[in-house]
């Protein structure tokens, strides 16, 4: 039987949920750290020519504002630029109900023909004498501006941001100071340019002796000379290398450090101190103090140099206590505050510009908008999330980590009316200023352990426990997972070994054998 190929139409009635683009805009802004926010709005002011931002302070913006009364009629607008900022006027901008504008941007009506005469007044240009204006100010780019020999407005040196230099740099530095002649300066710099992060040399010398068609000797001497530069034990092949290269440089080549680490290595890894001291026919205290003369020197010398840049965490909120209340403040400085550009909303009203340029600006205007809601929905929710975070969290703020309790984006999404989704978003990526701390917000959120009492124990509060007890424990004498699971029963937290282990493996502490000293 053929088969047959049929065109038809179909009319179905269905409801579907569909994100605009608006929506997908605020759910972005809404889960961006601080720097994040400040890129994402950089970027739309280089595409936005009706977006520009606001240099003028909060407070300045307080104190030129006049509050009216009552019952007098608002003031005329006496600016043609409408400020545009997430930040709401004048009593709580943040707070729900209390002065939140109904529209974030206020654009205010100006004289259409304003942008027609300033137009106009560019046409001025022509008549003007280039030749004296260039007699008189110089065009040389670098006597444009005069020196700025103030220091009040100079910016301190502790401000200023330098580039992280990296292991290569500083050991290439110390290279071209060094008396080597130049084929061996070549040949260090190819050893340089070999190290890993950690300023070990991974590759064979046989291979950078061919890649550089010598012998394999002058590899290997010239990196006995690489590995005498700062810092000591960089270019080692190995850690038991990189050990003895630093204790040669502190003068305990022949030391029974030394000797520990080029014979027993493994051994002094698993703390087989017994073991160690009876193959070196010394006692056990000796071998101890060996111990801790390696355990100040630094397995990997690049650690200090290179690497991924710094974050700087910037808060989103500030949480301070006002007697027996704790208050929430936004962090509004970090916030960019934007306008609407008036050059371009004249252009936008001039009855003369053409349909294209007004329906394009219009189009601008309308991204505006919704880009500073966004901004003023995401610290609103901000707002919200932190009041709530308090009402439940009120023990940690009053007595530290030790008192922090379960918490689930449930009850936070419950207590405020907004989805567990939007609450995640709200406190990834945002930092808390508090009186014990700065803490991300996704901190307050732990899972719970089952106490004695019936009452459930916050999984952090336990770790906190576990360190305490580590950090209190005899150096000679560790406590072992089940000492510590024991001791945590007493304190009425019901705990088995093995969660012992995890959360204290999640801490970074070694097992109790790896902790035990001796000497």
Request: proline share 6%; with cysteine.
């Amino acid at each position: 039987m053929p088969l047959e190929v049929k065109l038809g139409q179909n009319l179905q009635l269905r409801q579907q949920l569909v994100m605009t683009p608006q929506l997908q805009q605020a759910i972005k802004i809404l889960q961006l750290s601080l720097p994040e926010l400040e890129m994402t709005v950089q970027s739309e002011l280089e595409q936005n020519p009706m977006l520009e931002p606001l240099d003028q302070s909060p407070a300045e913006a307080a104190s030129d504002t006049p509050i009216p009364d009552e019952d007098s009629e608002p003031p005329e607008p006496d600016r043609a630029e409408a400020e545009v900022s997430p930040v709401g006027e004048p009593v709580d901008d943040w707070e729900p109900g209390a002065g939140a504008p109904e529209e974030p941007i206020r654009v205010l009506e100006t004289e259409a023909h304003d942008a027609a005469i300033e137009i106009r007044e560019t046409d001025g240009l022509e008549k003007l004498d280039w030749r004296e204006y260039l007699e008189t100010y110089s065009n040389n780019w670098q006597e444009s501006a005069p020196p700025d020999t103030d220091d009040d407005h100079r910016s301190a040196l502790e401000n200023t941001a330098l580039r992280r230099g990296s292991i290569e740099d500083h050991l290439m530095w110390q290279l071209r100071m060094s008396s080597l002649s130049e084929a061996d300066q070549r040949i260090g710099a190819t050893i340089i340019y070999n190290l890993n992060d950690d300023g070990y040399l991974e590759t064979p010398l046989e291979e950078l002796a061919a890649q550089l068609e010598i012998d394999t000797a002058d590899v290997e001497r010239v990196l006995r000379r690489v590995q005498r530069f700062d810092p000591p034990g960089v270019a080692a092949r190995d850690l038991r290398e990189c050990l003895l290269i630093q204790l040669a440089n502190l003068g305990m080549e022949d030391s029974l450090a030394a000797r520990v680490v080029s014979d027993h290595l493994d051994l002094l890894e698993k703390h087989r101190y017994g073991e160690i001291a009876k193959q070196l026919g010394v006692s056990v205290e000796m071998i101890g103090h060996a111990h801790k003369v390696i355990a100040l020197l630094e397995p990997k010398p690049g650690r200090d140099y290179g690497g991924a840049e710094p974050t700087y965490v910037v808060p989103d909120v500030y949480i301070h206590k006002v007697g027996e209340d704790y208050m929430v403040t936004l962090n509004r400085d970090a916030v960019p505050r934007l306008r609407i550009a008036g050059y371009y909303q004249r252009v936008m009203n001039d009855a003369n510009s053409a349909p294209e340029t007004r329906e394009y600006l219009q189009e601008r205007l309308r991204s505006a908008k919704w880009l500073v809601k966004s901004i003023y929905q995401r610290q609103q929710t901000i707002f919200k999330v932190a009041n709530s975070i308090v009402k439940f969290q009120r023990a940690f703020f009053d007595h530290g980590v030790s008192h922090l309790k379960p918490l689930v984006l449930k009850d936070v999404a419950d207590d405020i009316g907004m989805h567990e989704s939007t609450i995640s978003r709200a406190t990834a990526n945002k930092y808390a200023h508090t009186p014990q701390g700065i803490f991300e917000l996704k901190f307050f959120f732990t899972s719970g352990v089952k106490g004695s009492g019936g009452e459930d124990v916050s999984a952090e509060t336990v770790k906190e426990q576990i360190r305490e007890l580590v950090s209190a424990e005899p150096p000679n004498n560790p406590l072992s997972d089940q000492a510590i699971a024991e001791t945590l029963r007493s304190r009425q937290i019901n705990i088995a070994r093995r969660t012992v282990a995890k959360y204290r493996q999640a801490l970074g502490i070694l097992p109790s054998a790896n902790r035990k000293q001796v000497g």
